[in-house]
């Protein structure tokens, strides 16, 4: 009898915690794991641990500091050829982190920057990697740089991976997933680009909120823009941003302390920290005082405040576009003309919620449901 | 005593040669013993290294040893500075920081080995997207090279500052690289393009400002033309090929889902546009260093500024930004006529001898 071919895959999550030890399912095929001491040994490569060794590194070589990984089986995979499975496997490895970074606040370090283990049991049993860049990263040497880190807990999973149904994180990976399935569309894949880059280890807080201020514009507008694109706007920053996060926790305030510049002229006075305005890191970083955003950022712990907002945020532009590429008969109701582009039809949207039109509340309903 | 330094070069292959002279230090391609005895404690694989070529920045200094921590700081400087003459000349290159990779700094027969984030792995495995330079370009990036020695104020002009800041983060490999599997395709030079153009905009002109009905697109063109172009007959048709460029960006950023951005042709685009960039930091490079006196000019706003036209409100935002000394200029050097803008030639003629006399010195 033909066996059957598969491929587990295994991505480590650098960075990643919890509160006690865990395993189960995130979704019906995505195990959490943090592998046994040999089982680490055995899917890394000897040099790794010779060269911590020299150095007198403790890290990997220590069973607490083994990586969380995620774990996933390719099947059916037969009839594909050696890059048809690697395609596959990068596939879902950025739907998982893509996933895992829209899902909660958190950092951990990008695995495909990293490294990603697979073992294939076809003519034996044989163990790969497809390696990154920074594979040799002693993640120790960094730890000053990371953000709040990324916190796995129970609740987050299930044991029985049957049960599954509409968890939190399924739904998330449901949005991604989606998007995913159908063509990519430039403006979404930018907004998510400096949602990724908001995770970057070497940028400093400045660079990580720059990146998330670019992406917020990207998908709204600037704060004072007059046009997106070629479409008039009459509808202001403040209001936009109220129209499509209305969901969002405390969103007036949240909203207000995003395009508040309050403190910009007493930023430095240590009384005044706790009022900045998150515009004010904007115009220090746009003004070359990025040193000085980084401090501010920091020791208020704003970085995440304005990172949640970005999340939420981009959940709702990729579901918007995943709706009007999908939902013809929805779609058709929002009369867009076929001209627009894609943030120009997002800015339509909104003002149509704002105008009350009955076609524009149902599917931000459905959106803001689907997030739910 | 005398302080060996040795700084990987990540990305960086040489072409035509085995070492290359710089003014200050050169690049090698270390024989294996010579890592060996640098570095004995690492079992390094010879087959990989030779296969490999790692580049080194190479330079020598004896000194006292009250001098030692004055010679070291130094050294990173000059290899910081290294860095930014190979990203500028020829301008096209992705190249990752050097000091993410491995340095051996040897004082006397004491080596310090200093692990950056990618520790030994691109010495030893190749690089991942490789940054060739010939005898003709080392050659180039070796004069940049050289005009970034004592170029103090490099940091003091606000535009360059910020290209060169753009210039680095976009070729950051945590920007810059995609991720594992794609190959050929690994690097993204398309959302670095829209950085540089987002970039570009932001210190060439105010579109608050917005003269001789020109919509931002065109203006882009226009003001880029300004700085780019020497014949002033050209100035045009340039302006319409590097609106091409803004276009471009809007629709990635605004999302036109039918257009294939990762076609061939728009790939060249994202290349030629960051070698285009690379040539303006340059330019700035020169206006900064070399005090072009026009820049001392106090050029009024309110002179040709539809001022009457602009809210009460942004009139403080536009002085803020009439400040950025390169916008002033570049609005100066377009005059109205009935409406339509007209290029003062004098100040045109004046700005592009002046690049091209300060050029040719840099490059003799």
Known sequence: MEQDIFMNVCIPLLGVKSEEDISGFLTKDLEVIKPSLEGWEFLNQPEVFSEQQRQGIPMMVNEENIPYCIQFTLEDIEDKSNVQRKKELIKITEQVVLSLQLYKEGWFFNPQQYQLFFVLNENGVFKGRYTGPFRQINFDQFNGLFPKQYYLNKNDLTINNAMIMNTPFANTYKIVSDYNSITPNSSVDYAIKNFRMSYNLFGGYSHRVNFLFTMIDCILGDLKARKIHKTQVNVRFLQRANIILSDYPNCDDEINWLVSDAGKDNYKSSTEWKLIGARVYRNLIAHGNAEDADFLIHVNEHFERIQNIARHLLKKYILFYFFTETKPDQYNKLNFSNDKLLSEKFYLFIEGVKEQKIAHIELLNNINRFIC | ?364
């Open chain 2, 1 to 364: 005593m005398t302080i060996e330094t040795f700084q990987h070069m990540p990305a960086l292959v040489l072409n035509e040669t085995e070492e290359f002279q710089l003014v200050d230090g050169s690049l090698i391609i270390p024989s294996y013993d010579l890592i060996c005895k640098l570095d004995p404690y690492y079992n390094i694989d010879e087959g990989r290294f030779q296969k490999s070529r790692p580049v080194f920045y190479y330079s020598i200094v004896d000194c006292d040893n009250s001098e030692k921590d004055f010679w070291i700081s130094s050294f990173e400087t000059t290899v910081k500075d290294l860095h930014l003459a190979l990203s500028i000349e020829p301008g096209t290159h992705l190249l990752p920081t050097p000091t993410q990779s491995i340095s051996y700094i040897r004082v006397d027969s004491k080596t310090i080995i200093k692990g950056g984030a990618f520790q030994r792995d691109w010495m030893l495995y190749g690089n991942v997207w490789p940054a060739e330079f010939d005898l003709n370009a080392l050659k180039k990036a070796n004069c940049i090279f050289d005009y970034l020695a004592d170029f103090h104020s490099i940091k003091t002009f606000e535009p360059l500052k910020k290209a060169i800041d753009v210039l680095n983060e976009t070729a950051n490999v945590e920007f810059a690289y995609k991720g594992i599997g794609y190959d050929e395709y690994c690097l993204d030079y398309k959302f670095g393009f829209v950085r540089i153009v987002q970039l570009l905009e932001s210190i060439l002109f105010a579109d608050i400002t917005k003269r001789f009905d020109l919509g931002i697109t065109d203006s882009f063109g226009l003001y880029w033309s300004l700085l780019l172009e020497p014949d002033i007959n050209m100035v045009p048709n340039t302006a319409i090929e590097l609106s091409t460029y803004y276009r471009l960006r809007s629709k990635l950023i605004h999302g036109e889902s039918h257009l294939d951005f990762d076609s061939e042709v728009n790939r060249n685009k994202y290349l030629k546009c960051r070698f285009l960039f690379a040539h303006t930091i340059k330019i700035l490079m020169i206006l900064c260093k070399e005090k072009f006196s026009c820049f001392d000019k106090k050029y009024s706003t309110i002179d040709y500024l539809p001022w009457s036209d602009v809210k009460y409100k942004e009139r403080d935002d536009i002085g803020k930004i009439m400040l950025n000394p390169l916008r002033r200029f570049l609005d100066k050097m377009l005059e109205d006529d009935g409406g339509k803008y007209k290029i003062n030639e004098e100040l045109f003629n004046e700005f592009h001898q002046f690049i091209q006399q300060k050029w040719n010195k840099i490059f003799s």
